[in-house]
């Protein structure tokens, strides 16, 4: 396993998947900015929380082409979702629901 900046792994990647806690740190870590920084027709996955990513920042990302593709199973504002992300048929939307599988919803005797 490698460990590189941020910055670095913006540029790099093909696929960002979100997987990290909402903090003061985290809180819009998808941005402008950080879009702007992403490789061209990046995809963005977010399973995390809602605001980690600036949901504008990323309708706008969208549109220019910058973000081919998203999956969201949360969202910034929920239960209210950007009207331009329930219309793109470029993004993939679910509720965040991961741990409603059979086998957590098995009680232990």
Not at 23 to 48: A, D, R
């Amino acid at each position: 396993m490698k460990y590189v900046p941020l910055e670095k792994l913006w540029e790099e990647s093909d696929v960002i998947s979100l997987h990290c806690p909402l903090t003061p740190e985290t809180y819009h870590l998808i941005n402008s900015k950080t879009l702007s920084q992403c490789k061209k027709g990046v995809f963005i996955v977010n399973t995390s929380r809602g605001k980690v990513i600036d949901e504008r920042a990323l309708v706008e990302a969208l549109k220019s082409g910058q973000v081919s593709r998203a999956g969201l199973d949360v969202f910034e504002r929920e239960p209210e979702v950007e009207k331009e992300l329930l219309e793109d048929p470029k993004v993939i939307l679910s509720p965040h629901y991961a741990a409603l599988t059979y086998e957590c919803s098995i009680t232990p005797l």
